[in-house]
């Protein structure tokens, strides 16, 4: 028999406490938010594009993105009918790809379904491809003003902190309970101001490390300062440890271009091109692993004629070391191989398609040792 389980409370008397202090956040905001350019706009799209590049990004990296993505691609209809790969180019250097290609396709259903208009619906809204609650309740309640409450990781971290929550805040009754909180303390009617509020106090006061206590508007119903210890929420859930792949990378040369493939449109980097090549198995040298991955992933024999130094790169859950080696094209069998899409490019065209950064690293050793311009 399961053992039942048991949500933690909401603590009524301090929401309240807290609650009051919520004009004075607003007021905050409106003398200390940061000017960027989706603050500037009440376009829904361009609302949109904003929260979804935020997702997992810092908002001054995102800020060039988001200003060429405008430029390139200025309403729903644009980004419907543009093609995969150029969505990808503008998206070059966010990561987390997925992301990309899943606004490309709820921007084909807006045109399809909706009439080019992005649906101010709840549920007309989530049903889009890629559009989750912390995305629904962003963009519903800055664009159209609805009473959505928005829990990312800054607003997370400031509930955490007010409430000194003891349930690590990444856990099913942790998040519940965020919730709640955010709901309880949503003033109705001003969503859009409150939301972007909370998450500006959590990005630029209560920091992960080293919180400004003193210029926190909440900081007299904080529970965690009122402790002495703010940097001790959120309370971490257990980490399992990242695993770290060794991957070899072949450079490889035929009359004066660079063989690249397409990695397939699903999963991760989905429809980013790359240098061809694959995971090292146990106990095989990089080397050897390159002349079995070419083969089994595209038919392809070369004569490797030298290497470069191996380059390191993290993603969310996981660690790679590519091995790149500088590769002589000697034979390619069509019919063998697992029918990935490639081709030859020019060196100098490599920068028309988009690629991961580490692959990136890559070429930028190549370019280096050839001395070949950018």
């Known amino acids: ?36 350019p989706w603050r500037c706009t009440e376009d829904p799209y361009a609302i949109w594009v904003s929260e979804v590049m935020l997702q997992q990004t810092r908002a001054d990296t995102v800020v060039p993105y988001y200003e060429r993505w405008m430029a390139a691609l200025p309403d729903v209809s644009g980004l419907a009918s543009a093609s ?4 990808l180019a503008l998206w070059e250097g966010l990561g987390y790809y997925h992301r990309a290609r899943n606004l490309r396709r709820a921007a084909r259903e807006v045109v399809e379904r909706h009439g ?23 963009v519903l309640s800055i664009a159209f003003g609805r009473d959505l409450a928005v829990v990312d990781g800054n607003v997370r971290r400031v509930l955490c ?11 099913g ?34 920091t992960p490390r080293s919180p400004s206590c003193g210029a926190c508007p909440l900081v007299p119903e904080c529970r965690a300062r ?8 959120p309370r971490p859930s257990p980490r399992r440890p990242r695993p770290h792949y060794q991957v070899a990378v072949g450079i490889v040369k035929r009359d004066g271009r660079l063989l690249i493939a397409r990695r397939p449109s699903y999963g991760l980097l989905g429809g980013l091109w790359e240098f061809p090549g694959g995971k090292l198995e146990p106990g095989e040298s990089p080397e050897a692993a390159l002349h079995r991955e070419l083969l089994e992933e595209l038919g392809l024999r070369v004569r490797v004629e030298g290497a470069l130094g191996p380059v390191d790169h993290a993603y969310s859950h996981f660690r790679v070391t590519l091995h ?22 020019p060196p100098m065209e490599l920068r028309n398609h988009p690629m991961p950064r580490a692959n990136r690293k890559i070429l930028e050793q190549w370019r280096a040792l050839t001395d070949r311009p950018s």
Not at 84 to 87: F, I, L
Not at 161 to 171: I, M, V
Request: net charge positive; proline share 9%; glycine share 8%.
């Open 161 to 171: 902190r007010a409430f000194a929550l003891g349930e690590p805040c990444a856990s």
């Open 84 to 87: 995969e790969e150029r969505v």
């Open 1 to 36: 028999m399961r053992s039942p389980s048991f949500e933690p409370e909401v603590p009524i008397g301090h929401l309240i406490a807290v609650a009051r202090r919520i004009p004075e956040l607003h007021r905050w905001y409106r003398t200390h938010a940061r000017p960027f």
């Open 324 to 345: 790149p080696f500088l590769c002589r094209f000697v034979a390619m069998d069509p019919t063998a191989g697992e029918g990935r899409d490639w081709k030859w490019v």
């Open 226 to 233: 009122a402790a002495g210890r703010p940097e001790a929420f």
């Open 173 to 206: 009754a942790g998040r519940r309970l965020l919730h709640r909180l955010a709901t309880g303390l949503l003033p109705r009617g001003k969503a859009a101001l409150h939301n972007q509020a909370m998450m500006e106090l959590g990005a630029t006061v209560c």
């Open 116 to 138: 080019g208009r992005i649906p101010d619906d709840p549920a007309a809204f989530r049903a889009l491809p890629g559009v989750g609650e912390y995305t629904s309740a962003a």
